[in-house]
């Protein structure tokens, strides 16, 4: 009997975690062998989407496949977004309870062009270890929460990114009475002590880089970026690795003394941010994509959240193309026409989104300029 | 005779509502398994434990078995497991002590003492234990000065933000042939032990309670003799000297295993005080008034007599803490300590085998709380009431 109710614990103990695993996609649950066929469908209409969708005057939503985690969002009338919650600029619930900073903004973008309203996001604060898990498991929507692309990302955990929205890399900050000199190598650095935090790119990179250098090093590993620059700030490590940007920000918003610190010019790695959507509804990546890249094209044409009302009587058919007042295109995704118009006038352009939350951190767009200003943001044509 | 209708016969409803019963769990059980999987199979991701033998290319600070990025993700994960035992087992030796002076002490009848022990077990039982992490780590242990103006006690011990030092014993060249000396004095305290048996048996009186500092002091003496026999000794004292910017040599308690070790014995400690209190205040007053009355001395009373009985109440809830300190231990990721969950954790993020990575976790702990309790039980069958 005892053995029976043993196995009956470790049984319920199992289920507990399956559920917690599984159990947050309502919709799929039910019915597997539907799903199945669906992405079976997918290749079938993309292979031939396109004349299809030239041809046919009704855009049946039914026509892009995959879509019923959009159908999902819009039956339920928000979008859930999986940000950062701790990082000024990028993802800060501050202490007016109100959600700020460049990723945010992206999800307010995302939420005015399926519900022209910017306000209909649901934002859930994620670690970097759960973040990828809470996509997996349907816990959010969208991750917008500076998240390195990488291969291994997109190949093993079964993500779709996005559009880079913010092209980084990753840099280490030292104090200064250990390394003052910028140009410093990491030879410098010899038998120092390394504050990272967990689950991150950085991680791995750290590793490489000191192991190509041959250069002994201990890292300190954190759960939570706060953690380590807290840790860093009382002197446990001799230097902290993050990506350039999260140093910057968070070394002004956390150090006491930020002129104390050095960030080295050294660059350790390709540190390419862009949300991610879980793979298997290519309806709501494009939905993802288009958005930004929409962004970045009102940006390139000089549309602006003040101004965009005036340019819908524009006559250029590429402006006209865009904000929806001519063609089908928003509806070709399975979106209102005027998708990019409302993303625009509720939330901004890129540039803005970037100057206002980024540009007051000291951070130049650099490589994140549009490509007319020598920078990487480029975005394919609307036509 | 009557035979009872089926759906009467108590036994066979017994039975069916137990088939039920194991149905239904079943049920669950195959449909939650369904669920995972699908989901995994719609996002192309397949359930397997290859990716164990892939290199983890990430380095973890502090590992008691060697590890370097290049090993496997399998290799990753042990050496977080093994970095848990060493918590957990220093953390169950420090605590028991820390659990059985505080529990005594609460029952003295020194008013200051007793008063601190309750002051004690208040304060600690009552916080979360994530947050006397926290405190202990932000708030103390990197709140010591830097390496250069250590604080340096006898020993000599350094405290520092970068971790404790202290001296260490460093096996020379010429231990191994010494290790029979070690035998030798491992053998003397079984041989001691054996003694007094049976002298115990012989006389059936107990033996003086200094009369046990043999115990310690045969060993002592035969090492000390070795060390003179041995013409280089085999063992050198280590100590920590300030080179450059750290301190070499010795042993180092990095910061984050001091806080660890130390958070998780003040609070399990205090629990285990309260189980302690309770155990002796179980055995009735009278059992030590008999005892006095027999001529034993109160020391002599509660060593044999009530803390016997105290045992036997004591061990199976002290069993629990043993296995909730092992489980708290999982709270070192707050504080940057290397542990099982905190580097299986990583390990399921870099590869996406989530469900893998915990099944992996729970049978480790699991399997480490079993054990626990294996060891427990058999020790508490020793100490229990021999009914006749």
């Known amino acids: ?383 | 005779m009557q035979i009872t209708a089926f759906w009467r016969n108590v036994r066979f409803l017994q039975a069916l509502g137990q088939v039920a019963f194991v149905l239904i769990i079943a049920l669950a059980a195959g449909f939650l398994y369904a669920n995972v999987s699908t989901n995994l199979t719609r996002q192309g991701l397949t359930v397997g434990y290859d990716f164990l033998n892939n290199p983890a290319s990430f380095d973890i600070g502090e590992a008691n078995i060697p590890y370097q990025a290049s090993d496997s993700y399998g290799r990753a994960i042990l050496v977080g497991l093994v970095n848990t035992l060493v918590v957990s087992i220093l953390g169950i030796i420090f605590t028991t002590i820390v659990g059985v002076i505080a529990g005594i002490a609460r029952l003295s009848s020194n008013w200051l003492i007793s008063r601190f022990a309750i002051a004690y077990v208040g304060v600690i039982r009552n916080t979360p234990l994530i947050i006397q992490l926290m405190f202990w780590y932000f708030g103390i242990i990197l709140q010591l000065p830097a390496v250069k103006e250590a604080v340096a006690l006898p020993g000599p011990i350094y405290l520092t933000r970068r971790g404790v030092y202290m001296p260490w014993f460093e096996a020379q060249p010429t231990f191994d042939s010494w290790r029979i000396y070690i035998w030798v004095a491992l053998a003397s305290i079984v041989l001691i032990w054996l003694i007094f048996r049976w002298n115990y048996n012989r006389s059936s009186l107990p033996i003086p309670l200094w009369w046990n500092l043999a115990y310690l002091l045969a060993p002592v003496l035969i090492l000390w003799i070795g060390m003179i026999l041995q013409p280089q000794p085999p063992l050198l004292e280590n100590i920590p000297v300030l080179t450059g910017l750290n301190f070499k040599g010795g042993l180092r308690l990095t910061p984050e295993f001091a806080a660890l070790l130390f958070g998780l014995v003040v609070y399990t400690g205090a629990f285990i005080a309260e189980i302690v209190r309770a155990g002796i205040q179980a055995i009735s007053r009278g059992q030590l008034e008999a005892a006095r009355s027999l001529g034993l001395s109160t020391a002599q009373a509660l060593r044999l007599i009530v803390f016997p009985q105290a045992l036997r109440v004591i061990i199976p809830p002290m069993t629990s803490q043993y296995l909730n300190l092992a489980k708290n231990s999982s709270l070192a990721i707050a504080i940057g300590y290397p542990d099982l969950f905190s580097i299986a954790g990583t390990v399921a993020n870099q590869t996406g085998a989530v469900v893998e990575v915990i099944l992996i976790m729970m049978l480790s702990y699991l399997s480490m709380s079993l054990f626990t309790s294996l060891l427990m039980n058999i020790y508490n069958s020793r100490v229990r009431l021999v009914e006749r």
């Not at chain 1, 250098?213 to 490590?237: H, I, K």
């Not at chain 1, 939330?347 to 100057?355: F, I, S, T």
Request: glycine share 10%; charged share 20%.
């Open chain 1, 1 to 383: 009997m005892r053995k029976i109710t043993t196995l009956i614990g470790v049984l319920a103990l199992a289920s507990m975690l399956l559920a917690a695993c599984g159990g947050a996609v309502p919709t799929v649950s039910g019915e597997p062998i539907t799903v199945k066929e669906t992405v079976l469908v997918t290749v079938e209409v993309t292979a031939e989407g396109g004349a299809v969708a030239e041809t046919t005057p009704v855009p049946p939503p039914v026509a892009v496949a995959g879509g019923e985690r959009l159908q999902t969002i819009m039956d339920r009338g928000n979008l859930i977004c999986g940000v950062h919650g701790t990082f000024q600029g990028f993802g800060f619930l501050d202490t007016a309870g109100a959600w700020t900073g460049f990723d945010v903004e992206f999800c307010r973008a995302w939420a005015a062009a399926l519900f022209n309203d910017a306000d209909a996001v649901e934002f859930r604060a994620l670690s970097a270890q759960d973040r990828f898990t809470a996509l997996q498991s349907g816990e959010v929507d969208v991750l917008s929460r500076n998240s390195t692309w990488s291969f291994t990302r997109d190949g093993e955990l079964g993500l779709t990114f996005g559009p880079v929205t913010f092209y980084d890399g990753q840099a280490i900050m030292v104090r200064k009475d250990v390394v003052s000199d910028a140009t410093a190598g990491l030879d410098a650095l010899e038998g120092a002590q390394v504050c990272v935090q967990s689950g991150t790119t950085t991680e791995l990179n750290l590793a490489d880089q000191f192991r190509a250098a041959g250069v002994n090093y201990e890292p300190v590993v954190f759960e939570d970026q706060s953690a380590a620059f807290q840790a860093y700030e009382e002197g446990r490590c001799d230097a902290i690795t993050s990506d350039r940007s999260q140093l910057a920000t968070q070394g002004q918003a956390v150090l006491s003394n930020y002129d104390d610190h050095v960030i080295l010019d050294l660059v350790m790695s390709k540190e390419p941010l862009a949300p991610a959507v879980a793979q298997g509804d290519d309806k709501l990546a494009d939905m993802v994509h288009w958005v930004v890249y929409g962004m970045i094209q009102a940006e390139e044409l000089g549309i602006t959240s003040e101004n965009v009302d005036d340019f819908l009587t524009s006559e250029d058919p590429v402006i006209r193309r865009l904000l929806g007042v001519e063609g089908e295109l928003g509806s070709k995704i399975g979106l209102s026409n005027d998708f990019i118009y409302r993303a625009i006038k509720l939330v901004g352009n890129y540039g803005e989104v970037y100057d206002r939350n980024l540009t007051p951190y000291g951070l130049a767009r650099g490589q994140n300029d549009l490509w007319t200003n020598g920078g990487l943001m480029y975005a394919p044509p609307f036509r």
